[in-house]
């Protein structure tokens, strides 16, 4: 039977729509003006969270939406982790634009299917030229090509699969792995994100086919071990496919030898894969080091604009030079598709052809926007005061009696808490203190003043604070050394043994 006049629970009239939403938008504004003056985090439980979005069966009646979203808003305001955050300091994850959280909502009311440009014309549109500027701002050739992807660990895998169609030395996408004579192998350092390890699972080469190359006392990678490593794998009859070189590492903000690992690719004809997801935005300083801007020599780049572009999660981007390598890797024509040229002849870009998606969100807007807002000007600015506020923390860690300072790389300083008078020596004290920093870690994490996240440097386990934080100011950097001094002696009294 065919409902005459059908009841429709998620729908919603246009006057409701209007004061929810109008609603929503006071309270966000409210949030984002009073977080400086809140907890980064509450640091609550799996249990409390659960209690209070209680655990109920699904309701086979629904609700009235103007409570839910009020109860739901609530409760993020409350108990949420806040990255954007002045005091936020961890992992690596930015505080999110405010124009980029208009973005994501006008995104999800336009809703196109960015797999397809039928599906999604401007928005479409839209991506190809946030694709292209953001190679403009890293100094990439501003012709490649390049697809947004959900963060760093895919535009990563991207960038793999791309290699792996084009140098493997058979038809790698019709034959699989198994036609191969030797075993395909990528090279990486050993401060290379975990993604690279994903990858080679996932995509059935193996971890063994992963070649972890030692590091310099820089943490950047030894181009002479990589050199060395090609040329025993290769008489040894395996193939080397890949060299990834890591543009701001995880850990450190180390930068490889990017020119020097170029020269490498090319001439043993090797892929080079720059992981540039975190220090990439930094090429855009014109004081940049050379190392940095040699990502402009990469066959592909990862770039992560939910990091160090501001926009919020998730957004990622994968650069290719030359724009033929994502089709080659990524293209089907289902029959169930019709998708013809736009009506003037020019082929269109369909956006499930150059990656693992198929249907795609339109996340490439709050990238566009935070480039148009931001400018090439307003990037640089951002950036270097990013990385001028991590150097001071640094300064500071090496000023301060109980503080030992041990890296510091683009944005990123680590450091670690030693007591005044710590009788210990040699592999005692070493272990003392790792110790007490992974509790000190877990300490500031809950407490909520601050929050930092760790490293472990040459088998140290230092605090490492990354600073991508356009709210973050000179004051907020001032109160850390205090405020990691105050905690460290306040757990030590509290440890069985100091
Ligand atoms: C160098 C590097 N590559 C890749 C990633 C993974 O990015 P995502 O967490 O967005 O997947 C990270 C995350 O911090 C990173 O620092």
């Known amino acids: 039977m065919t409902p005459s006049h059908r009841t429709v629970p998620l729908d919603m009239g246009p006057d409701q729509f209007r004061t929810l939403g109008h609603e929503l938008v006071d309270r966000i504004a409210a949030h984002l003006a009073t977080l400086p003056g809140r907890p980064v985090t509450l640091g609550d439980s799996p249990t ?158 193996g971890l063994d086919a992963v070649r972890w190359i030692d590091v310099d006392d820089r943490l950047r990678m030894r181009v002479d071990a990589l050199e060395a490593a090609i040329a025993a794998d290769r008489a040894a009859g395996h193939l080397p496919f890949l060299v990834v070189g890591t543009a701001g590492s995880v850990s450190t903000g180390a930068i490889d030898p990017l020119g020097d690992i170029a020269d490498t690719c090319r001439r043993h004809d090797l892929w080079f894969h720059v992981d540039g997801a975190y220090g990439a935005p930094a090429a855009a300083l014109p004081e940049a080091s050379p190392d940095l801007k040699a990502l402009a020599l990469a066959d592909s780049v990862a770039v992560d604009p939910h990091k160090w572009l501001y926009a919020p999660l998730e957004a990622g981007c994968t650069l290719v030079r030359d724009a033929r390598h994502l089709e080659d890797a990524f293209s089907f024509h289902p029959a169930y598709y019709h998708f013809t040229d736009g009506g003037d002849g020019q082929a269109p870009t369909n956006f499930h052809e150059l990656g693992l998606q198929n249907s795609r969100g339109f996340r490439a807007l709050k990238v566009w926007l935070g480039l148009r807002q931001a400018g090439r000007d307003g990037y640089v600015r951002m950036i270097r005061d990013d990385i001028a506020l991590a150097e001071e923390m640094y300064r500071a860690a090496q000023a301060h009696p109980e503080l030992e300072a041990f890296t510091l790389g683009l944005s990123i300083a680590t450091f670690r808490f030693v007591p005044e008078g710590l009788a210990l020596t040699g592999s005692a004290r070493e272990e003392y203190l790792n110790s007490l920093n992974a509790d000190l870690v877990t300490r500031l994490q809950a407490g909520g003043e601050v929050f930092v996240s760790n490293a472990v440097i040459n088998g140290s386990y230092v605090l490492r604070a990354c600073i991508v934080n356009f709210r973050t100011g000179a004051a907020d950097v001032e109160a850390l050394p205090d405020i990691v001094v105050r905690t460290g002696r306040a757990l030590m009294g509290e440890r069985p043994n100091g």
């Open 48 to 205: 409390l969270i659960r209690d209070r979005l209680g655990q109920g069966p699904l309701a086979a009646s629904g609700g009235d939406p103007a409570e839910i979203l009020d109860q739901v808003t609530r409760l993020l305001v409350e108990h949420s982790l806040f990255n954007g955050h002045p005091r936020f300091w961890g992992y690596i994850t930015s505080s999110p634009a405010p124009l980029g959280i208009l973005g994501d909502l006008l995104a999800a009311a336009m809703n196109p299917n960015v797999g397809a440009f039928v599906l999604s014309p401007v928005a479409t549109e839209i991506e190809r030229q946030a694709v292209r500027w953001v190679a403009e701002l890293i100094g990439y050739p501003a012709a490649c090509g390049g697809i947004m992807v959900s963060g760093g660990n895919m535009a990563n895998m991207v960038g793999f699969l791309a290699a792996r169609r084009a140098k493997a030395p058979w038809d790698v996408r019709q034959a699989g792995l198994r036609a191969g004579s030797g075993q395909l192998l990528a090279y990486v350092s050993r401060e290379t994100h975990t993604w690279i390890q994903k990858a080679a699972d996932l995509f059935g080469l």
